[in-house]
Each structure stands twice: as C-alpha cells, then as structure tokens.
C-alpha cells in the first residue's frame, strides 16, 4: 500500500489557501480567522489539543463554500440563508478521517448560542463551534470597516460594540468576554495584516511533525479540493473525479508503477483547484470568452501549481497538476514547457483533462460522443499539441477510457448496490 511522507497541518494550510482564492478579494480570510479563534482560545486557557483541532476548524470553515456569489453573501453580517456551506462543509469532512473529528464544529459555525445550548453537542464542540462564528464575524466587520477608514484602528470600538451587542444571543458571553479583553490590544489588530497571519500559521505547520499517511487517507483530504472545485459550476460535477480515474488507468496501461498511478490519481483531482479564482460568471459563460476572460482562466493552471507546491511531498504532483494545459509543441501555457521537459504523467494528466471536458455538457456546448472525442484528440495529437502514444492508447481502449472518464463503472456499481438493497 502506497503511503505518503506529509505534515497534516501543511495539507490543512494548502486547502486553506484554496479557499482563499473562492474569495477573490478577501485574501486570507480563513487564516485571520483561524489567528483570531486561537488567541481567544489561548484566553480561554483551553487545553494543547483543543487549541490545534479550534485552529485547524476555523481555517477551514468555509470548505464548503465554491461559489464566489455565495461567499460574497457570507461578508454581509448577517444572511439567513448561510447554513447551507456549513452541511456541505460538514458532509465533506465526515468523508475525510483524518478530519473527521472537525465536521460538527463546521455544521454549526454560524448556529446561533441560544440554539446550540439546546442541542446535544459535547462541550467544546458547541464552544469551538461559537468561537469561530465569533471571529468568523469580527473579521466581516473588520473588512467593511477597512473599506471606511484608512486605518483599521479607527475601527475597533464600533466592531467590538457590535459583537458585544450580540452577546447571550448569537455568542456565548464568556467567548464574548475572552475577545473583548484580547482586542483592547492593538498588536492583535495589527496582527490581521497577511505577513503577521502567515507567520502565525508557519508556526503552526512546524508543531506537526511529517509523518506516514496511507494513499487512501491522503486521498480523502484531497477530494475535498477536488468536491469544491466540481462544485463551483453545475457544467463542471464531477470532472476532476473523472480526470483522476482517467489518468490513473492510462497510467496503468503504461505500466506505471503503483506509486506513479496513486499520485496521477491526486494529480488528477488537484489539477483544478486555481479554478476557485475564477468568477462564477466567467466559468458559466455560454458565449465565446473575450480576451480578459479567457486571461482570467489562463492562470489557474498557475495558482494550481502555486498552492500545491507548498506541501512537501507534493512536488510530482504539483508539477503533474500544474502543467495540464502544456503541449507537446511549447504552444500551452502558462509555462510553455515542451517535448522532452514534459513528463508522460504530465502528458497522460493534459489528454485525460481534455477526454473528460469534451464528455461533459457544458454552457457552451452539449457533451460529445466517444467518437468525436477521439477525434479531437488525434487531430490534437497530429499537429503536435497532444502526445501521440497517450492518444493512440485511448484509440485502442476508447470503450474503457469513457467508462473511467464519465466514471459510468462507479455508477453502475453504485446502482448495483441499491438494486441488492431494495
């Protein structure tokens, strides 16, 4: 069984920074809140491990957020409509175990104090879980008032007056107390600029240790990437997924080793995650893109890269996931890496991208056949874009290639299971 040499808490920053980009201009948000959350947890005297497990909820708590028209609703200061992230959020850790343990804190950040104490929660969860609302708010208030003052210290007494007024009601008083006393300090308001929250977080990342973690672990945390990328647009369900299941089959027909085809199955899931930068709007488009737009999209195979890269142990599949919109000819991008300097995996990664987007419906045309997908690839593979040996083993394995692409064998096995069922 392939395992992985990996720091968690690396794994846990590198989603975090994904998040980062659905809101295109509230860089950070998770990390400040994540920093704000902790220190009140420090003024709480709460325990090592309840520290870490606050710290890694908060930076994650809006995993279940893909679209930037929602997250742009969750920076009003209050939206009733805000729950459903949180179930999301939650369903997706409940599938990761190594983070399992976080998803009730994630089902009930935003759930108000007087209806947590009515519900049957352990005690930190409910704490961890109000904690993060908390600061998940005072951070909203900081970034309106950033907007009206030069200086965020202007701010501070009416943010502080806003959450206090919420006290016993959506806050639990006692957190309300521990922030109020920790934001009469400056240096915590100063502290939220991006150089002071990135120390705070690199600190963080160096309490834990690398350590050995099973493929299939591995894998639960990266379909977390890979669940909210899919699900920022409709046309997109389940592309990365089958990317991934793709890749690794090709991989398996080039007698790649085990190891090789586990990490073009991460590759594959990962290659998208610089999508989360992109508007909505721009994604969803049904009409011809114009140059502005098409610029936008161009770099997300760069911010794919970018934030991969900062895990160790990640470095092949950084690279992999990075370059899927390279050719052969030096005529993709954003690299413009050729021939030799592009990998088979790389190559496998670019061919098996491209198979599962034509097999899509998407805004701006219906999904293909197995034969007019073939088609495209060889007249790609012909002028030199695509690599030869990787579209001439889809042409002799076309029938399986789209079962893996549009992933019809788990579907038919998944319904095979309910017929046992009923």
């Given amino acids: ?3 992985f040499n990996l720091n968690l808490h690396e794994m846990v920053y590198s989603l975090s920074d994904a998040l ?8 950070h948000h998770g990390k400040r809140v994540g920093f704000m959350a902790a220190e009140c947890g420090k003024q709480l005297g709460l325990e090592a491990a309840d520290l870490d497990n606050l710290f890694q909820a908060a930076i994650l708590h809006d995993c279940g957020v893909s679209n930037t028209s929602v997250h742009s609703r969750l920076a009003q200061f209050e939206w009733e409509q805000v729950h459903g992230h949180c179930e999301i959020g ?37 704490l961890q879980a109000n904690l993060i609302f908390l600061v ?3 951070d909203v208030l900081s970034l ?3 907007v009206n003052n030069a200086n965020i210290l202007l701010g501070i007494d009416e943010i502080i007056a806003r959450i206090v007024d919420k006290s016993g009601d959506w806050f639990k008083p006692e957190l309300v107390d521990a922030f109020v006393e920790i934001a009469s300090s400056e240096a915590f308001w100063l502290s939220l600029e991006r150089e002071h929250v990135d120390g705070y977080v690199g600190e963080w990342i160096n309490h834990e240790s690398t350590r050995s973690i099973a493929f299939e672990d591995v894998k639960s945390l990266v379909r977390i990437f890979s669940h909210i990328v899919d699900a920022k647009s409709p046309f997109t369900h ?4 089958g990317v991934a299941s793709l890749a690794r089959y090709l991989g398996e027909q080039f007698d790649l080793s085990p190891k090789s085809c586990d990490m073009l199955d991460l590759a594959g899931l990962l290659h998208d995650i610089g999508k989360l930068r992109v508007p909505d709007d721009v994604l969803e488009k049904p009409g011809r893109l114009s140059n502005l737009e098409f610029k936008t999209i161009q770099r997300h195979s760069f911010d794919t890269f970018s934030i991969l890269k900062r895990v160790q142990g990640f470095d092949d599949i950084a690279r992999w996931a990075g370059q899927h919109h390279e050719r052969v000819d030096g005529g993709g991008y954003p690299y413009r890496t050729k021939d030799s300097k592009l ?36 007249a790609e593979s012909a002028a030199g874009k695509l690599d030869h040996s990787v579209v001439s083993m889809i042409e002799n394995n076309l029938g399986a290639c789209w079962k893996k692409a549009t992933l019809k064998q788990a579907s038919e096995k998944h319904d095979s299971v309910i017929a046992e069922q009923a």
């Fill in 20 to 27: 980062d980009l659905v809101g295109v201009v509230q860089i």
């Fill in 1 to 3: 069984m392939t395992t």
């Fill in 136 to 138: 998940d708010r005072v």
């Fill in 90 to 126: 939650a369903a997706l850790l409940r599938m990761t175990p190594p983070l399992a343990h976080l998803s009730d804190v994630i089902l009930h950040h935003h759930t108000h104090w007087t209806k947590l104490q009515t519900l049957d929660l352990p005690e930190q969860t409910a």
């Fill in 343 to 378: 990998s088979l995996e790389a190559r496998i990664i670019a061919v098996a991208d491209i198979f599962q987007a034509l097999a899509q419906d998407r805004p701006y045309r219906p999904a293909m056949t197995p034969e007019q997908v073939l088609e495209i690839l060889a």
């Fill in 238 to 241: 389940e592309h990365s997924e």
């Fill in 144 to 146: 309106h008032s950033q």
